[in-house]
Every structure is written in structure tokens, then in C-alpha cells.
């Protein structure tokens, strides 16, 4: 099955204390991206990568590092988390192959900083 | 940069009025747009996409979509809401030089009356 996961789907963690929120495909696709989403403002793009070693920013990368050292897999990195990084983050995939140009969505972590 | 202004933060509307959400987007060149669905506590549902063709689009649940370069719009329409079509709808622009990562609008969140 065609699919995007993300793990942990919950985490609960203290200001300070370095943490990764895993993502991977298995569809082969190129392109990966992060989201988080707030109440009130929608998803925001944090980083997307178009290839391994490709990463760029997004609209808020502040506070974030990402990594594409295989193509299937597109990790968040928050070295030293916040409470205003408390949010529900979403990884996506696609492919520049596809005729949809459509994106995949993982099934969401809720992260919570204290 | 390319954005996305879905101006009304809540609609209400009666189980079988139609609905009509705005949606305006801002992009130089032609748009990759999305209309996603996200019911309470859940991940996001692709309803309908755009990137060429007719400038009408059809997607699932019975939504449609009309692309309006000249208005720089991409409303979605309903003839008929369900109880069950509440929820938050999200437009979406995205760029293949991006790897087609999206830009959201804050969404609108539906709320159907019997």
C-alpha cells in the first residue's frame, strides 16, 4: 500500500530536549515536505527537499533542521524545542513523474512542548 | 512568492443549501491548485486539483471547483451540503519549482444546520 508514515504520531516532550519526528515513503517519489498546523493559520511549509541531499526552506524553518540522506526517508529535527513549536506537523511526498502533481500526506504527529 | 487568501474564516450553511467557498490565489506563472478537506482530528483529504486543462474541475463527495485566471480565483462549490461536509477546507497553491511543497490558505471552517 501506497503510503506515507510518520512516527511518533504523539509526543509530549520538555523545552530544550532535543527530539526527531521520522517520515517515510514508499512510493519512490522525489519530493518531500514538512507542514505544521496551527489553529487559525492553516498549514505552513517548513522545509521541502526535491532530491537526496536537496533541502530548502520554507515559510517557517526557524528552529527546524531537516535531512534527506535516503530518498524514502525525510526527517524533522528540532534540536532544541520550544513550547511555540507545540503544533501538529505533517510530512509530505510527490513525485515529479506523476501526472496529478499531488501530494501525500503522512497522518500527522502532535507534538507538545512544555 | 506564490500565496493563498481564502477570506471567510466561517461559513454556515443549511443541510441542502449549496455552498460556495472563496478562494484567491497569487502566482506568476500557471497555478498547481487544491482544494483539501480536514474533518476534526483527522489528517488531510485531497477533494480536487487543477493544474491544466478544462477550467472546471470535478472531485470527489460531489465538490467542484472552477479555475479563474482572470480573478485569479479557484472557488469550490457544492449544489447540496450534507451534515456530513462539515468540517475545515483548506486551497492550496504549489510550484514545481518547490517540488510542488504547498502554500495553504488559513482555511475555512464549515458549520451545516439541520
Known amino acids: 500500500e501506497a503510503q506515507v508514515t510518520q512516527n511518533p504520531r504523539y509526543l509530549i516532550t520538555v523545552t530544550g530536549k532535543k527530539l526527531t519526528v521520522t517520515c517515510s515513503q514508499n512510493?519512490?517519489?522525489?519530493?518531500m515536505s514538512w507542514y505544521r498546523q496551527d489553529p487559525g493559520l492553516g498549514l505552513r511549509q517548513i522545509y521541502y527537499s526535491m532530491n537526496v541531499e536537496v533541502t530548502d526552506k520554507g515559510d517557517v524553518p526557524e528552529g527546524y533542521k531537516v535531512s534527506r540522506k535516503e530518498k524514502r526517508n525525510f526527517p524533522l529535527i528540532l534540536e532544541s524545542p520550544s513550547p511555540n513549536q507545540t503544533s501538529l506537523y505533517f510530512c509530505?511526498?510527490?513525485?515529479?513523474?506523476?501526472?496529478?502533481?499531488?501530494?501525500?500526506f503522512g497522518p500527522g504527529t502532535r507534538l507538545t512542548v512544555t | 512568492a506564490q500565496s493563498v487568501t481564502q477570506p471567510d474564516i466561517h461559513i454556515t450553511v443549511s443541510e441542502g443549501a449549496s455552498l460556495e467557498l472563496r478562494c484567491n490565489y497569487s502566482y506568476g506563472a500557471t497555478p498547481y491548485l487544491f482544494w483539501y478537506v480536514q474533518s476534526p482530528g483527522q489528517g488531510l483529504q485531497l477533494l480536487l486539483k487543477y493544474f491544466s486543462g478544462d477550467t472546471l474541475v470535478q472531485g470527489i463527495k460531489g465538490f467542484e471547483a472552477e479555475f479563474k485566471r482572470s480573478q485569479s480565483s479557484f472557488n469550490l462549490r457544492k449544489p447540496s451540503v450534507h451534515w456530513s461536509d462539515a468540517a475545515e477546507y483548506f486551497c492550496a497553491v504549489g510550484s514545481p519549482y518547490s517540488g510542488y511543497a504547498l502554500n495553504f490558505g488559513k482555511g475555512t471552517s464549515l458549520l451545516v444546520t439541520p
Open positions: 509530505a511526498s510527490s513525485s515529479r513523474t506523476s501526472v496529478s502533481y499531488e501530494q501525500y
Open positions: 512510493m519512490n517519489h522525489e519530493y
